[in-house]
């Protein structure tokens, strides 16, 4: 029994070539065609491995392998969504890993105590609906069903809608089961494992993550005849406010990141003084105080750049997950099987946010993390070396193995 690296290698490439970008990236965007093509794809291997397929209401896929009792499963998931132009690693290669281990399992002819369940979670990155990890975020009861169905991307199309466009709006309820444990193998998506020569990453926890939007109101006018005296430029304030983002982030230090990547201006043509802008603020820290002190800086400062330019704004905190630490048996375990893996490891933090963190609120969670090439992701550079990826996969089948336990 062991991972088939090839297989796995190949599995990569072919669901990476769904939504590809022409620089070798990926663009598959949650509940858009080339999501939907994804999804059949994995349905499709699932059922090859013999997995039996559900879909539950946000449209979620799990695939179970029988157990020898009925017992709560050991859950293996990730996501397929990616991001504009992002890589073809983030997410999917969890879902891939996962489905490498139970063919491993098939072809060493392991039966588990545990059943074992494959999941594939709807909309995790939050690039076309938000927030981020939505479908998670219903299963563990912190995101209303109907809100969910009702998120809106930029043009205005719902959720439930696209669910049903592609033909994935199951009837089974996302709602918390008991499980034995989550696991996820992810890339790193940052640069410790790469700059410290290991291949995997027993993950301890994930950062504390905020979301806000920022909707800033001028006075919409003529780019040429209106004096300077007299404009009210909603852009001019938008700018002031990103430059304080980063100098809270600059004057709370430590672990604080804080960005603006999200940036709408309106009318955004030439010859006119911008009447609105829309802006996105992400700020993470493990610390869930240190986000409230982050918040609570950049209020005021919003506050004073608004009123010396005549403008008026909404400040909207929409979206908030806490730093979430993984279940100390669930480490341990991994950790246990990073070693058996003869991989180079050790215990990190998440930067990112993950399906885990919410599966975290509902049982025992855990991650594996693998390398990325000079620490990028969410673009087309973003890769992972096979050989990092089979330790990381041996790693995760160890893992499941030990907490399902053999029949
Ligand atoms: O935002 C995140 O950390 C993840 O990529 N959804
Ligand atoms: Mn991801
Ligand atoms: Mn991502």
């Given at each position: ?46 059922r ?8 539950d ?13 009925a ?27 996962a ?6 399992l098939n ?20 690039a ?17 069903l ?30 918390a ?26 993950v ?6 905020a979301?806000?939007?920022l909707?800033?109101h ?13 404009r009210h ?7 002031e406010?990103v430059g ?25 043509i ?6 609105r ?8 820290d ?31 905190h929409y ?5 979430t ?17 003869g ?7 998440s930067?990112?946010?993950?399906d885990?963190?919410?599966m ?17 992701s ?5 890769f ?15 893992a ?8």
């Amino acid at each position: 029994m062991r991972i088939d690296k090839g297989r796995l290698e190949r599995s990569i490439e072919e669901l990476g070539r769904i939504g590809q970008t022409p620089r070798g990236g990926l663009t598959r965007l949650a509940l858009s065609d080339e999501d939907k093509r994804g999804r059949d794809w994995m349905v499709a291997r699932m059922r090859e491995a013999g997995l039996a397929v559900t879909v539950d209401q946000m449209g979620n896929i799990f695939g179970q392998r029988r157990g020898e009792a009925a017992l709560p499963p050991v859950i293996m998931g990730s996501h397929i969504d990616s991001v504009p132009t992002g890589g073809k690693y983030d997410g999917q290669l969890g879902v891939l890993c996962a489905l490498e281990v139970v063919r491993a399992l098939n072809d060493g002819g392991i039966n588990t105590r545990c059943p074992i369940t494959l999941a594939i979670f709807t909309n995790e990155e939050g690039a076309r609906f938000q927030p981020a990890m939505i479908a998670s975020g219903v299963m563990a009861g912190k995101i209303a069903l109907e809100d969910a169905y009702n998120a809106r991307d930029k043009d205005g199309i719902r959720l439930v809608d696209e669910l049903e466009r592609i033909g994935y709006l199951g009837a089974e309820p996302c709602v918390a089961r008991p499980f034995r444990a989550y696991l996820e193998l992810h890339i790193e998506q940052g640069p410790f494992l790469e700059e410290e020569g290991l291949t995997v990453g027993v993950v301890e926890g994930i950062v504390a993550i905020a979301w806000s939007r920022l909707t800033i109101h001028g006075v919409q006018d003529h780019a040429g005849p209106t004096p300077m005296r007299v404009r009210h430029d909603a852009l001019v304030a938008a700018a002031e406010v990103v430059g304080g983002v980063r100098r809270v982030a600059r004057e709370i230090g430590g672990d604080l990141v804080a960005t603006v990547g999200n940036f709408v201006v309106a009318p955004n043509i030439v010859n006119a003084i911008p009447g609105r802008v829309m802006l996105s603020i992400d700020t993470r820290d493990p610390s869930d105080a240190t986000l409230d002190r982050a918040r609570a800086m950049l209020e005021p400062i919003v506050r004073d750049v608004c009123a010396r330019e005549g403008v008026r704004y909404e400040l909207e905190h929409y979206w908030r997950v806490p730093y979430t630490p993984f279940d100390r048996d669930v480490v341990d375990t991994v950790e246990r099987a990073a070693k058996a893996s003869g991989a180079r490891y050790r215990r990190i933090r998440s930067g990112a946010g993950h399906d885990a963190q919410y599966m975290a609120a509902i049982g025992p969670a855990g991650m594996v993390f693998v390398p990325s090439r000079d620490g990028r992701s969410h673009c087309e550079e973003e890769f992972t070396a096979i050989d990092d990826i089979e330790h990381g996969a041996t790693t995760l089948l160890l893992a499941a193995l030990d907490l399902a336990g053999r029949a």
